[in-house]
């Protein structure tokens, strides 16, 4: 990981990386203590558990959490 | 039981070494988003000391540099400063905002019945009796936040009537009146016709499954067309002509009154609430922003970018605890901020935790020029 200021070329690029990953419903930016974050929703426990989800992509932390499935509502 | 405990468990864990391996390797103040926030946390006590502010927020300004975003009643308030820690703080004049009622207080019990509409805001029109429930038909002029439907949908349903807009007409310099709410609650995913397809006050669903000439507050004027054959969408929303007469501007008088016509871009921790169909008022916190996420509906999966997730939570005690923040039929309510009712965000999508929003900027450009001839503001009575 790096400090380099984290653009939007580089969210884009990671969010893509991680919406392809089985089972991940979003990918959205959050701030953990003020550092951008990349937030990971998973439809389940087992496709979060099944993932090979990195800790960071391109310096940028990754968090990740289980939402279940989104629907209109 | 013991193979759910373990999951749990197992999440827990990776949930802590994930957030452990993140976090402290790009603390930075070169992070200008999080140096923009930083200085905003730090200057927020200050800010909303000075009479007058009603919101802050972080925006980017056209050379995309993180920005304090601060929100004042009018040109008198003093004292705003210009740099908080190095951000530069940019000053909106949003207007006056009504202020924040007690539900509580004013509830009185009388959950239920319907009724007693009220006047041209929506509220209770200075009678003994406020119906705040949401579900049931009102008088005209109805609030916002309550039961619509469709007359399309060949089944029971029902949706919010997120608010209602002001079209400043482009060639005549007239006002027109519209009511906002997704296109999956009045448009039925695309299939709607604009002119000919009317706006029910109850939807269908709350009103025995019947369609009647009664019910009906307005007519669908436009929408945005949901792509679901993968291409990106911006938002879920609709958009049907009214009246004053027909729809008002502000909630019921028991729940928080009116939004503003100012917006605010949502930022991770910001503290909203919405007002909707099936679970009320209800508060949230943003979980995130620039969203990219697939939505399930009748039609399809559809891809959306750029959007807002909110959790919701309600208070235990001293402590705040998880909770739901929206659930079906609660589509198409304006969330607002929880301070000063500032418009953040359009709902439209969930799941049984969290939250999926357009941002509210984004679906007033959607229906201003030059895709129509109007410029619409959130209607905030004045």
């Not at chain 1, 203590?33 to 990971?40: E, G, N, S, Y």
């Not at chain 2, 119906?131 to 439907?149: K, L, Q, Y």
């Not at chain 2, 909203?272 to 939505?295: P, Q």
């Amino acid at each position: 990981m790096d400090n380099k200021p984290v653009s939007t070329d580089r969210i884009t690029n990671a969010k893509q990386v991680l919406l392809n990953l089985p089972g991940v419903c979003a990918v959205g930016v959050t701030d953990v203590d003020a550092v951008v974050t990349l937030k990971v929703y998973f439809e389940s426990i087992e496709t979060l558990e099944a993932a090979d989800l990195p800790s960071q992509i391109d310096g940028i932390p990754v968090q990740a959490v289980v939402s279940g499935r989104f629907n209109a509502n | 039981m013991l193979f759910v405990k373990n999951k749990i468990r197992q999440l827990l864990t990776l949930a802590a070494v994930l957030t452990c391996l993140a976090v402290p390797n790009l603390v930075s103040a070169q992070v200008p988003y999080g140096k923009a926030l930083k200085a905003k946390r730090v200057g927020q006590a200050k800010l909303f000391a000075i009479q007058g502010v009603v919101a802050a927020g972080i925006s980017l300004d056209a050379a995309g540099q993180a920005e304090i975003k601060v929100f004042v009643t009018d040109d008198k308030v003093r004292g705003v400063p210009k740099m908080i820690d190095g951000v530069p703080v940019k000053r909106v004049k949003s207007g006056p905002f009504s202020a924040y009622q007690n539900r509580k207080q004013a509830r009185g019990g009388n959950k239920g019945k319907p009724g007693s509409g009220g006047d041209d805001g929506g509220g209770d029109g200075g009678g003994e009796v406020v119906n705040d429930n949401p579900r049931t038909r009102f008088d005209r002029a109805v609030p916002i936040g309550v039961s619509i439907g469709a007359t399309s949908p060949n089944y029971c349903f029902a949706g919010t009537l997120g608010c209602r807009l002001k079209g400043f007409n482009l060639t005549t310099g007239a006002t027109d009146y519209f009511i906002l709410s997704n296109n999956h609650v009045i448009a039925n995913e695309n299939s709607a016709t604009p002119g000919f397809d009317l706006v029910l006050q109850p939807g269908s669903l709350d009103s025995g499954c019947t369609l009647s000439a009664d019910d009906v507050i307005g007519t669908l004027y436009d929408f945005d067309t949901i792509n679901f054959n993968g291409a990106a969408n911006s938002v879920d929303a609709a958009i049907a002509s009214t009246t004053p007469l027909e729809t008002g501007f502000a909630t019921p008088s028991t729940i928080y009154g009116a939004p503003t016509s100012g917006t605010l871009s949502a930022s991770p921790g910001l503290v909203v609430k919405k007002f909707g169909r099936t679970t009320d008022l209800t508060e949230g916190v943003v979980d995130a922003i620039n969203v990219d996420v697939n939505v399930g509906y009748d039609k399809g999966t559809a891809f959306f970018t750029d959007q807002i997730v909110i959790v919701g939570r309600s208070r235990r005690g001293r402590k705040y605890v998880t909770s739901s923040f929206s659930a079906g039929g609660d589509s198409g309510s304006l969330i607002v901020s929880a301070d000063g009712n500032v418009p953040v965000g359009l709902l439209f999508a969930g799941s049984s935790s969290f939250t999926i929003a357009n941002p509210i900027a984004t679906v007033l450009d959607r229906f201003s020029s030059p895709n129509t001839n109007y410029l619409m503001t959130v209607d905030d009575g004045n």
